[in-house]
């Protein structure tokens, strides 16, 4: 698992995720703390799934299709995808500075 990801996931949520810990078990941990999150302090995930760019439509679409899968589980995958989908992003600009149209090239 990306070092990144993790380091972010860590800050976010408070969490104290080990980097060499693997993707199914960061699964597991996030999805913990995301359900005691929904029990306590619900506000607060979503601010965080707003602040991460989760999309909400896929998220309510997700929960709805799966109603027999934990709420906690699916979110954490949301996180997670989202997250490799930016990192991705970076990688791809990183290699390709042309693609950066943050300054206008005239």
Not at 28 to 47: M, P, T
Not at 71 to 83: F, M, N, S, V
Request: charged share 35%; proline share 2%; glycine share 2%.
């Amino acid at each position: 698992m990306d070092t990144g990801i993790i380091q972010y996931i860590n800050r976010q949520f408070d969490l104290s995720i080990q980097e060499s810990l693997g993707e199914e078990r960061l699964i597991e941990i996030l999805s913990h703390k995301i359900n005691e999150l929904i029990e306590n302090d619900f506000s607060r995930l979503v601010q965080l799934l707003y602040s991460i760019d989760v999309s909400e439509q896929k998220l309510k679409s997700l929960l709805r299709e799966n109603p027999d899968t934990d709420a906690g589980r699916i979110i954490a995958h949301l996180i997670l995808e989202r997250q490799k989908q930016k990192l991705q992003s970076k990688e791809i600009f990183r290699q390709n500075p042309e693609l950066d149209d943050s300054e206008e090239k005239w």
